[in-house]
């Protein structure tokens, strides 16, 4: 691990040199290896030999500041800029950019905005946010997103809602959500559980997407690198329509022993969720989306949003490549050549399915975030919406997808700095010191990741000053 490199101060950026210091050493040359490796990154580590004019001054300087050229880092990764800039007197190679587009596409997704969004609640220059705890895992999980937060001075100020299923059948603190959410315009939660043998139980997830009318749901699967994988080079966005269909909530049993539940689709509700979706693909430079779909058997519902989402994509976004591809092809695609989807839009029902099988083949459910997004409001959370009551209290659970779900969030509000600041902290704790939970083929306990994001954080801005 070398952190330093023997290099030269610039005399053509220094003023105070003397035209007698600049003739004695104008022709003094001196030929470094600068090895650019800071915590040991397996990708990063690549020789790099220049030869620049030698100067009056020759100092050990760190790599953030090689010969006065140029603000250049390397935290166990390479930031997009890091780049060795050099005049053309000076023979180079550049420094390798692979660690830097991993670390740019772990960074979190930006969303669309909306102008109707509402204005974000802000008070004495700090964002205020809804939390709504949920249950499992959801308290303890979203207790260590407030610590990171709060070390790396993040601006932002939690109004704190114990909703969950306890819970479940007081309207009170469900209209208290509903209300904070409104009031602050984003909110972030752990996940609420369901039950399965009371009919009359209430589905606290499925209504407060309904009231609140969030209708896209957003995934972002992506490989991380040294995870271990049966697929590498996955980058996927998933776009769920999160209102209607299957999760209408309208059964009844019409008869002793005979169920009917009814799938509802309309017209309006497929047209925005589809061109969210194009949207999205548009601000981000992505070029191809997928509609998932049963139009061969729902001939009607499936065919109803296989017709839409084709004429927006042929009248309305010409330049972006659409294809269909039906929900059981689409799932054994995902398992075995899921490098050939970019955007995949489809209903509710199986974009459960689909989202459950991207969080899967890219390491499981303790890696990806999700967000819950409408015209006014969003809500974010992990991408699989699973409460994990079996690992609650034990302190090994993953809280990869909820400290994501977190920076969504900051990105969402216009934090970038903080996000990015804690993203790469996140990713190098992950990829270079290895400090992964059992999910990740790991032994490290949720407190050690948490710790270790912590101390890079620290790390970086001890670097900076």
């Known amino acids: 691990m070398v952190q330093h490199c023997y290099s030269h101060l610039s005399y053509q950026r220094k003023s105070w040199y003397t ?7 104008k022709h003094a040359t001196m030929r470094a290896e600068v090895y650019v490796s800071s915590f040991s990154c397996s990708h990063c580590v690549e020789r790099v030999a220049f030869q620049r004019t030698a100067l009056h001054h020759c100092k050990l300087a760190k790599v953030d500041d090689v010969a006065g050229v140029c603000s250049m880092r390397c935290f166990g990764v390479c930031i997009p800029r890091a780049r060795l800039r050099i005049d053309s007197r000076c023979a180079t ?18 969303l669309p905005h909306r102008k109707d969004r509402v204005q974000l609640a802000r ?18 999980m979203l207790a260590h997103v407030k610590n990171i937060f709060s070390f790396a001075n993040v601006p932002v ?13 007081d309207d009170a603190i469900m209209d208290t959500a ?38 896209a749901n957003v995934l972002h699967c992506i490989s991380i690198p040294t995870i271990p994988t049966r697929h590498k080079g996955i980058d996927i966005v998933i776009v769920r329509e999160n209102t209607e269909g299957e999760y209408s909530g309208l059964e009844h049993e019409a008869r002793k022993g005979v169920v009917e539940s009814l799938k509802i689709v309309t017209r309006n509700n497929i047209e925005r969720i589809a061109r969210f979706a194009f949207e999205y693909a548009l601000s981000h430079g992505r070029k191809k ?21 084709r004429e927006v994509a042929e009248s309305e976004y010409p330049q972006i490549k659409f294809e269909s591809m039906i929900v059981d092809n689409a ?13 995949m839009l489809m209903p509710n029902l199986y974009g459960n399915i689909i ?26 959370e992990t991408g699989v919406r699973s409460a994990g009551t079996a690992l609650t209290g034990k302190d090994i659970a993953n809280p990869t997808a909820f400290i994501r779900a977190g920076l969504d969030m900051l990105r969402y509000l216009g934090l970038n700095k903080y996000a990015d600041l804690i993203s790469d902290a996140l990713f190098i704790a992950i990829t270079d010191r290895h400090v992964r939970t059992a999910d990740m083929q790991g032994s490290a306990k949720s407190s050690d990741l948490v710790n270790a994001v912590i101390e890079i954080i620290g790390e970086t801005r001890r670097k900076s000053i």
């Open 19 to 25: 035209r007698r210091q600049r003739r004695r050493f």
């Open 93 to 110: 190679t550049s420094h390798t950019t692979k660690c830097a587009i991993e670390m740019h596409k772990f960074r979190s997704h930006v």
């Open 123 to 140: 008070y004495g220059g700090r964002q205020r946010v809804t939390m709504l705890t949920g249950d499992g895992i959801g308290p303890e």
């Open 157 to 169: 100020d939690f109004e704190e809602i114990p909703l969950s299923s306890n819970l479940a059948s």
């Open 178 to 215: 509903i209300m904070a959410i409104k009031r602050n315009g984003v909110a972030i939660k752990g996940n609420i559980e369901t039950r399965f043998d009371d009919p009359q139980f209430k589905l606290r997830n499925v209504e407060l997407r309904k009231r609140l009318d969030l209708y």
């Open 289 to 309: 989306v997928t509609a998932v779909h049963k139009a061969n058997i729902q001939k009607l519902a499936d065919g109803l949003f296989l017709y839409v989402c």
């Open 331 to 343: 799932s054994m695609q995902m398992v075995s050549r899921p490098q050939q989807f970019d955007v």
């Open 355 to 380: 989202s459950s099988v991207g969080c899967g083949i890219v390491g499981g459910a303790g890696l990806v975030s999700g967000v819950n997004i409408g015209d006014k409001y969003a809500v974010f």
